[in-house]
């Protein structure tokens, strides 16, 4: 390994990257290509917000990794640079309570924390309120991955308060919009009809990429990531189809940096097919990875007695966990609702002798691999 620029090897000081960081989760994209109908329907609802008045809200739904938080960023960031609404992106999936968004909230507004002591909800919201009607603000709220906070229960308090605010506190202004990628839930259904009779949004709706979209959008991100002639345009497709699997943009990126990674690895100055193959085996897992690292102790501990004990029935699975964590019937199932609906595990109903109908549960991938990514 010489460092010989014909021989196609690289020396110590080389890399195969020209900017590794492109690569990584939380980049946000210069060119945001092939959304420009869903751009342009977020724009019109929250454009009342710049004259001053409360937008239109809204209910963005699409299929993971398909660019819903990217849109939602890019127009925030506008928003703020070029007028004076306060706009608020939550992540629910760390913030899953109505007094954990409200917090998030109250440090947008005030750029400091919430007492940490604890003062009550209404006490929270109003000081937010009061504050925005003092600066004459129009505040918008994105809750993205808004599906926890239905996980949790939260979902319509939440939106309860947030849709309400401008009666509860005459002269605020907020507009909402909500981000789901679970596309098994029915958000309007499952609110209170409390909540349903006040919240009518306009949808956006993003649908997975195709091939051709896909090959596009990662071949401008290889460009910027990867030297030149680092990745051709056969492997670069190979790329593309692998991610077309699950049309999840996510996997596309992961497999681009650890092809770059096995490549460098050989000491190669390009990605061959077998790089990106190698890499695909740990790509194709980014949806679950994402889906447990937002998951409480006790959820990750059922997750792993599960794994344990794989396509067992519920009730075998329950002492196992109980035995485990010292936690009843009752949280046990709650958490087995969650999981199932994060596409964690499947439940299904079977006939068992004698003793009716019994859940079955499994996970939805090899249980070591889930039990890799969770120690
Ligand atoms: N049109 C696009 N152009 C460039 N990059 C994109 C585009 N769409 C998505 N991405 C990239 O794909 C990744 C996933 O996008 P994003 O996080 O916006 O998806 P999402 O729809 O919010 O997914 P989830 O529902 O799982 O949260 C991000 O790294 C983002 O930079
Ligand atoms: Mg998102």
């Known amino acids: 390994m010489t460092g010989d620029p014909d021989d196609g090897m690289l020396s110590w000081d080389e890399s195969v990257f020209r900017d590794e960081h492109v690569f990584e989760i939380d980049y946000i994209p210069e060119t945001f290509k092939h959304r420009e109908s869903q751009l342009e329907s977020l724009k019109y609802a929250l454009r009342p ?5 409360r937008p239109l809200n809204t209910m963005v739904r699409g299929p993971p990794g398909t660019g819903k938080t990217t849109a939602v960023q890019k127009l925030f960031g506008e928003l703020s640079a070029q007028t004076d609404v306060r706009t608020v992106r939550v992540n629910c999936q760390v913030d899953s309570t109505r007094y954990a968004v409200f917090s998030r909230l109250f440090e947008s507004v005030f750029d400091y924390e919430p007492p940490s002591s604890g003062i009550s909800f209404k006490k929270l919201f109003g000081q937010i309120t009061d504050r925005l009607v003092e600066d004459d603000e129009v505040l918008v709220v994105a809750l993205d991955d808004v599906n926890y906070l239905f996980y949790e229960n939260e979902a319509s308090d939440t939106l309860y308060s947030l849709l309400r605010a401008h ?17 098994s839930l029915d958000v309007i259904e ?5 909540v349903q009779s ?44 692998l991610t077309g699997e699950s049309g999840d943009l996510r996997v596309g990126i992961d497999l681009l940096r650890r092809a770059g990674l096995n490549a460098e690895m050989r000491a190669s100055r390009t990605v ?11 790509s194709k897992f980014v ?17 792993e007695t599960l794994a344990e004990h794989d396509g067992k029935r519920a ?21 087995i609702n969650k999981l199932d609906q994060l596409g964690v595990i499947e439940a299904e109903y079977a006939e068992v002798e004698g003793r009716g109908r019994s859940r079955e549960l499994s996970l939805a991938y090899d249980p070591d691999a889930v039990l890799d990514r969770l120690r």
Not at 190 to 194: G, T, V, Y
């Open 287 to 303: 949806h679950l990875s994402r889906s447990l690292r937002g998951l409480s102790d006790s959820e990750r501990a059922l997750v």
């Open 272 to 282: 061959a097919e077998e790089d990106v193959e190698d890499a695909y085996e740990k």
């Open 190 to 194: 499952e609110l209170d009809s409390r």
């Open 315 to 335: 009730g075998e699975v329950y002492e196992a966990f109980h035995e485990a964590t010292d936690l009843g019937y009752t949280r046990y199932s709650e958490i």
């Open 167 to 183: 009666e509860a506190h005459s002269g605020a202004r907020i507009g909402v919009i909500v981000v789901s990628s679970d596309l």
């Open 198 to 241: 006040v919240f009518r949004p306009e949808e956006v709706y993003f649908p997975v990429y195709d091939t051709t979209e896909i090959y596009d959008i990662l071949r401008e991100r290889a460009d910027r990531g990867f030297h030149e002639g680092v990745i051709d345009r056969p492997e670069l497709e190979r790329v593309a189809e």
């Open 49 to 53: 917000a710049v004259r001053g008045s």
